[in-house]
């Protein structure tokens, strides 16, 4: 079992729908979430990260984390074209400060 | 402000050379990462500096990387001898400090071992 797994996708939503990727891990110590967006070519962006059980909203992004289900979401709302990257999960490995990444989803919006 | 800085951007050797990459993490930031991603590997951790403590190199694959950070700031990966399977991405992100704070990424360096 990966320490984090993500659905590589792609996952394909109509611009102006809601996008949902989610993610599991397996670390029951991780206290630490992380989602960042990868376009083609170029380094991992931070776009949300999350530590307590719940929904973090920023704008378009909702970040959702349940520790009893060791699964973390991140709903993108009103997609775009730009939205269109991978999406990498990442959580932090207890008592460590190392990050683990999922193998990303690719998603598309498409217009 | 400035982000984190890697240079160079590309690098391509030959195997069986040395190469070093460097990082300058985010001002202010105690805490600095070296990363690889390779084609269908994903990112992998690969060692971590938080700053006067021993570094956590849990992640270098072999005793051919070793990385230093002079100062509690810039950091160099250095990878001796290089293989063709060294060809990757090597990303270096930071954080303000360690244990769970959101890490900042740098542009990379690509490597290419011929």
């Known amino acids: 079992q990966k320490e984090v797994e993500q659905n590589s996708g792609p996952l394909s939503v109509p611009e102006g729908a809601i996008a949902s990727l989610n993610c599991t891990y397996s670390d029951r110590g991780s206290q630490s979430f992380f989602w960042y967006r990868q376009y083609s070519g170029k380094s991992p962006e931070l776009i949300m990260f999350?530590?307590?059980?719940g929904d973090k909203e920023d704008g378009r992004f909702t970040a959702q984390l349940n520790k009893a289900s060791q699964y973390v979401s991140l709903l993108i709302r009103d997609s775009q074209p730009s939205d269109s990257a991978t999406y990498l999960c990442a959580v932090n490995k207890s008592n460590t400060g190392k990050l683990i990444f999922g193998q990303g989803t690719t998603l598309q919006v498409k217009p | 402000g400035a982000g984190v800085s890697q240079s160079p951007s590309n690098k391509v050797t030959e195997k069986g050379k040395d190469v070093e990459l460097r990082c300058d993490p985010i001002s202010g930031h105690t805490a600095l990462y070296w990363y690889r991603q390779s084609l269908g590997q994903g990112l992998e951790f690969l060692i971590y500096?938080?700053?006067?403590?021993?570094?956590?190199k849990s992640g270098l694959p072999s005793d051919r990387f070793s990385a230093e950070r002079t100062g509690g700031s810039v950091s160099t990966l250095t990878i001796q001898r290089t293989q063709q399977e060294d060809s990757a991405v090597y990303l270096c992100?930071?954080?303000?400090?360690?244990?769970?704070?959101?890490?900042?990424f740098g542009d990379g360096t690509r490597l290419s071992i011929l």
């Open positions: 999350i530590y307590s059980n």
């Open positions: 992100a930071s954080s303000l400090t360690g244990f769970n704070q959101p890490q900042h």
């Open positions: 500096f938080q700053g006067n403590s021993a570094p956590d």
